[in-house]
């Protein structure tokens, strides 16, 4: 009996150090693949061969019914805007006007129309709003990116 647990503890050594040794053979071959030249430039052209099929898949991937919901979120803000100010309500009004500045095409010409309509202070309170609100649409974006990079 104790020749056969030896033979069978030999027999699990060799098979434990004979896989040690092929995790480090693969680990060494990775390596050297990794530091060879040609490899890094095949994966180099491969990244860029990539890269204008990805582009063109973010281009398919607009609709226009995401441009109607968009235009239709950008009336609805300027509308409840313009609603709040009517009622007094200056902070929220100028919380859904700045909404509907970071979403329209064309911000220049929409500010340009607020400098002309609205009254001084709100204008006022609109571009301090600006950069505070773009600000943590990159904070949301960033975020969304590192939750989208972790697997967990």
């Known amino acids: 009996m104790p020749n056969i647990r030896l033979g069978v503890g030999l027999l699990a050594a060799l098979a434990a150090g004979g896989a040690v040794a092929l995790l480090c053979y693969c680990v060494y071959l990775d390596r050297r693949r990794h530091r060879d030249r040609a490899f890094r430039r095949r994966r180099r052209d491969q990244r860029r061969a990539e890269q204008p099929k990805a582009q063109a898949r973010g281009?398919?991937?607009?609709?226009?019914?995401?441009?109607?919901?968009?235009?239709?979120?950008?009336?609805q803000e300027v509308q409840m805007g313009k609603?709040?100010?009517a009622r007094g309500e200056r902070g929220m009004g100028v919380e859904h006007l700045t909404n509907a500045l970071l979403v329209c095409g064309q911000p220049k010409e929409l500010l340009t129309f607020f400098k002309q309509?609205?009254?001084?202070?709100?204008?006022?309170m609109l571009l301090y709003?600006?950069?505070?609100?773009?600000?943590?649409?990159e904070a949301d974006i960033?975020?969304?990116?590192s939750l989208k990079d972790d697997p967990d």
């Open 59 to 75: 281009r398919q991937s607009w609709d226009p019914a995401k441009k109607e919901r968009l235009q239709e979120f950008f009336l």
């Open 83 to 85: 609603l709040c100010l």
């Open 117 to 124: 309509t609205l009254p001084p202070e709100v204008f006022q």
């Open 129 to 137: 709003k600006i950069p505070l609100i773009c600000q943590q649409l």
């Open 142 to 145: 960033h975020e969304q990116k």
